[in-house]
């Protein structure tokens, strides 16, 4: 299996590839319809995540020594970041999802996704991942 | 219309020159700034005022005798001339100063509400009210025993005006009605509402936050009792406002806060207040929020308000028919009298992707429930896309909107 790091690498190279800020966008949208859809006992008041204006619903499993997370969103772009974030967290060892710092979200210019706080429940979803794998941890 | 033919005796690209943040891009692209209802842009007028202020008077107001505080005092004092002229109040001590439409608001449910609302009294508000003209209201009637009562709208976003008269009654005690709906634009009829409320002997407060910017507010025809806006919203800077209230009313009225300023005499046996209008502004108030208020009114008194509605009208229009164009977009308020708000929502598209989806596009819009969730539950939807226009739009601003709305709605459906 491939390192985190490796993964993020992987990532920022892929999206190095766009000129323009919509492509991007394009490519984020269209990861987030090749998520694999989340079951539907999942998507329940106990699974989401609220943002004051996207909801994502979060299920995490542990499966030995790894945690693995799926998730679903109301919304096209979040999905897409979600699908990103997947990549790199799901089926990880807790001690690593917990010292991951995201860094390459920074290098491909999302940042600004996960600092509007209220708005799109993904800063709220990586605290609850981060909360799983400290369980497990 | 075609922006060729619009009838608009605005010179847009003028007024643009004043309004220096409109002249940048935004990820790669020209701004296109649509989220006026959320606040307005600056122009050079106010900005200047603003930095004369501190280049060349700032000192504390009402105080010192000394040169500085004489000029800040004065140019304080003048603001609020400016905006009892630009209202039409019958004297400045009707003027005063507070940080915004909700503080406004605040303070009459606190003050006037707490002194003279009893159990069993009613208010009334629309369906489509801002959450700051609901809930101080909704606080108040919890702690009097009161009611709140609510005006129901009709699916174009309207007030059902039958509705409301069967609400008044001789329990009626406070109307408080936004002029203009932020979330949809709708201008309510509200000189019909004071007129009906008074004659159960009810106040009425006018939410003017929406309204200011848009039209001429005269608070003598209107006959509201009340009228709060915020500067922001206005051309002003942030953190100022205007309490706007009838003197015998605001006379009757308890203070506010406590504290400096709204004074005669203080001593451990008793205080006694200040008179209108500082006996509502305890403490150093917002003085260079104040002076820029009085610069933006004069500013937009200038520029002529109703050419300013004329030219907001043709882009109401002009955006009305492009966007009603689009395929799959459904407009969210579509009431006959409405102020330059356009609010709306495509088919199996979340309003939050088309929000980033124009702001990669260098264009600013609003998307959300615009701090108005009963009215969201009443159109049975989570939010709405809001593109709302001040006098600098133009034509050409709301082409791109049009181009940068398909291609994000190709990318989303």
Redesign the interface.
């Known amino acids: 299996m491939k390192s985190m790091q490796e993964i993020e690498d992987e990532i920022v190279e892929e999206f190095d590839l766009f000129d323009d800020q919509m492509d991007k966008y394009e490519y984020i949208i269209d990861l987030g319809k090749k998520l694999p859809p989340l079951d539907e006992k999942y998507k329940t008041d106990d699974f989401l995540v609220k943002g004051c204006q996207s909801k994502v619903w979060l299920h995490a499993y542990e499966k030995e020594g790894h945690i693995y997370f799926e998730t679903d969103s109301n919304t096209a772009i979040t999905k897409g970041i979600i699908a990103l974030l997947l990549r790199v967290l799901s089926g990880q060892k807790p001690q690593d999802i917990l010292n991951n710092k995201l860094e390459f979200i920074d290098r491909i210019q999302l940042r600004a996704h996960l600092s509007s706080q209220r708005s799109n429940g993904l800063t709220a979803m990586i605290q609850r991942m981060k909360a799983y794998a400290s369980a497990f941890a | 219309m075609k922006p060729e033919t619009a009838t608009t005796a605005l010179d847009v690209n003028k007024i643009r020159e004043q309004f220096p943040i409109l002249h940048q891009q935004v990820?790669?692209k020209p701004l296109v700034y649509l989220d006026n209802a959320a606040t307005s842009q600056k122009p050079l007028a106010v900005i200047n005022t603003i930095k004369d202020y501190y280049e060349r008077y700032n000192s504390n107001i009402h105080r010192g005798a000394h040169h500085l505080a004489q000029l800040a005092t004065e140019a304080y004092e003048n603001a609020r001339l400016t905006v009892a002229k630009h209202i039409s109040a019958k004297t400045e001590r009707e003027i005063n100063f507070v940080r915004g439409t909700t503080e406004a608001i605040n303070l009459v449910a606190s003050t006037y509400g707490r002194k003279f609302i009893t159990s069993g009294d009613e208010i009334i508000i629309t369906a489509m009210e801002h959450h700051s003209n609901i809930v101080p209201w909704q606080m108040l009637c919890e702690e009097k025993g009161a009611t709140l009562k609510v005006i129901p709208i009709n699916d174009k976003g309207e007030i059902i005006f039958e509705e409301y008269l069967k609400l008044l009654n001789d329990k009626t005690k406070i109307v408080s009605i936004a002029y203009v709906s932020n979330a949809l634009g709708t201008i309510h009829p509200v000189k019909e509402v004071i007129t009906e409320a008074h004659k159960v002997g009810a106040v009425v407060f006018v939410d003017g936050a929406q309204a200011m910017p848009h039209m001429q507010v005269d608070v003598q025809e209107l006959d509201c009792d009340f009228l709060g806006f915020s500067g922001h919203k206005v051309f002003a800077g942030t953190g100022i406002g205007i309490l706007y209230g009838k003197e015998s009313l605001l006379k009757a009225m308890p203070p506010y806060m406590g504290g400096g300023e709204m004074i005669k005499s203080v001593s451990f046996a008793g205080t006694t207040y200040n008179d209108l209008p500082y006996k509502f502004e305890a403490g150093t108030p917002h003085i260079e929020g104040g002076i820029s208020l009085g610069a933006a009114l004069t500013y937009i008194q200038a520029v002529g308000l109703d050419k300013i509605a004329a030219h907001e009208h043709a882009l109401l229009q002009y955006g009305t028919e492009k966007l009603s164009a689009i395929d799959g977009l459904r407009l969210v308020g579509t009431a006959q009298n409405k102020s330059s708000v356009i609010s709306f929502l495509v088919d199996n598209?979340?309003?939050?992707?088309l929000g980033?989806?124009l702001n990669?596009?260098g264009i600013a819009i609003r998307?959300?429930h615009h701090c108005c969730q009963p009215l969201m539950d009443r159109f049975k939807i989570?939010?709405t896309c809001r593109a709302s226009f001040a006098f600098y739009n133009t034509f050409e601003e709301i082409d791109i909107l049009e181009a940068a709305l398909k291609?994000a709605i190709s990318?989303?459906a």
């Open positions: 990820n790669g598209v979340h309003s939050y992707d980033v989806l990669q596009q998307t959300g989570e939010g291609r990318m989303l």
